[in-house]
């Protein structure tokens, strides 16, 4: 039977896999194949997490491209990579010190990608919620803020309502690197981080864990050992 018939099952579970760093566009690929798996019912829902060598991808919004600042000359000299991408959203930083979630979940008994994207959103604020942080959401806008200070980026793409891409939480990435770009098209704030924001960094690893444990809870998932690959 083709995988592009089969109705992908609901999964009560949650597998955890850290893939340490990659480059992003390795990753994609990677991603892609545990869709692909997803459609087929051949893994649970899983959630990737990873850090990305310093690449800047440009989304799928109109006029993304022209929110890149610096020249191609000033984006070698920093070894930052330019990638376009079929996800949501406009131009974003991804590097080291930055967090990426990719969730590979099954959207088939509540196909709602707005809701997903508002759980999402949960999803973060309870993480930082565990350190003190009174994040938040601005309206009109995607992402999660501290005031006018923008600490994650949300970017959402689907397949036969499976979900990839997903979000990018600022731990202590070098934050020069935003300056390149016009991060996510918005004039009217600045991105900031964990470092930025608290007296003490919690190790990279407690807020992976915290991330883990508040996405099956606000996603109803059972969660499952950690994984690496």
Known sequence: MSTHTIATQPSTSLAVDDWGQTDY????ERQLQSVDARRSNLIPDQLILT???PVYTIGLRQ???QHLVWTAERLQKAGIQVVHTNRGGDITYHGPGQLVAYPIVSLHDRRDLHHYLRDLEEVVIRTLANWGLNCGRREGKTGIWLEDRKICAIGVAVKSWVTYHGLALNID???????GIIP???TDGRVTSLRAELATLPPMIAIKSCLAV????????????????
């Open 173 to 179: 990435p070098d934050l020069n690197h935003f300056t």
């Open 184 to 186: 996510c098209g918005i």
């Open 63 to 65: 006029g993304a491209a």
């Open 25 to 28: 566009a390795e990753a994609m």
């Open 214 to 229: 508040e996405f099956a809870a606000v996603f109803g998932k059972t969660l499952l050992d950690y994984g690496s690959t």
């Open 51 to 53: 850090e990305h060598h």
